[in-house]
């Protein structure tokens, strides 16, 4: 993996003001430990990658990219139904443990969760900070393009959508006979299925293209193609001729993710550095 763009990083003096290269003076091989380690999991486990964006995406979109998703215990937001099939925790500790050897008490666990983040999809290039929309939030929603998801986070898509016990008929039927297959009813839920059906391993377009196909496997996806203010973005991505053969996504993702790291960061005072990336100090 190469060619990393540099994220503008929580953790600037200023309230509501992010800095480039924040750690350049104070951990300036920070950026180093983080790809290094990414990319010696990533070797051993190419799944890592898609695991680590869907870790930042939770982190995010509570309250802000602070790192609180990192925090372990029953009660924690760690422990929530939506976050049981979240991957890539040893990575950030791994990372997080490094750096406390080098630099203790400097960078924040949220940053060295969006730098892995940013290192596993092996962006390259920069983009500006600015607020999300509809067209970053779908552009978002594209990074399911790679990883996979348990069968019970969509099991009641396929067997009880319905009051009388039917599938979602937004469901392409050739795709949902694949789907109860791949995920039985007296299963136990816990059979992984890619996102993308047919290049789960890809970064693309054909997640948008499965969508409009009615191949989308999370309902709150296949939505995108129902709701009149996401569709055209979705048709724009999927169309041979308006998406460019995926040219225009992947100039739009890293866009949008670098403005998703922006939204309610904690700055100076407002938050703290954690020894250990599970725990309170």
């Not at 203010?229 to 979705?234: D, M, P």
Request: net charge neutral; charged share 20%.
């Amino acid at each position: 993996m190469s060619g990393y763009v540099v994220l503008c990083l929580q953790a600037f003096c200023s309230k509501s003001q992010l800095q480039t290269g924040f750690y350049s003076s104070t951990c300036p091989t920070v950026e180093g430990i983080v790809r290094s380690t990414v990319e010696a999991h990533y070797n051993s486990d190419p799944t890592i990658a898609p695991g680590l964006l869907r870790l930042h995406f939770h982190d995010c979109f509570v309250q802000g990219c602070d790192g609180s998703v990192l925090i372990s215990g029953p009660t924690a937001e760690r422990a929530a139904l939506q976050n049981l099939g979240l991957r890539g925790f040893d990575v950030v500790d791994d990372a997080k443990t490094q750096i406390e050897s080098i630099c203790p008490g400097v960078v924040s666990c949220a940053d060295v969760l969006a730098l892995a983040a940013r290192d596993a999809v092996d962006l390259r290039q920069k983009f500006a900070v600015k607020g999300l929309d509809d067209h970053d939030l779908v552009t978002l929603v594209g990074a399911h393009t790679i990883g996979q998801t348990d069968c019970r986070f969509f099991q009641y898509r396929i067997y009880n959508f319905t009051a009388t016990g039917n599938s979602d008929p937004s469901i392409n039927q050739a795709f949902l006979t694949q789907l109860q297959t791949m995920c039985p009813k007296t299963g136990n839920g816990l059979n992984k299925v890619p996102l993308d059906k047919d290049t789960p391993t890809k970064f693309d377009v054909s997640f948008f293209k499965n969508i409009k196909d009615g191949n989308g496997v999370l309902e709150s996806d296949q939505r995108l193609w129902s709701d009149d203010a996401t569709k055209t973005i979705v048709q724009n991505y999927a169309g041979n001729l308006r998406g460019l053969l995926g040219l225009r996504f992947t100039f739009d993702f890293p866009k949008a993710m670098i403005k998703m790291s922006n939204i309610d960061v904690k700055t100076g005072i407002n938050g703290e550095i954690r020894n250990i990336c599970s725990k309170f100090n």
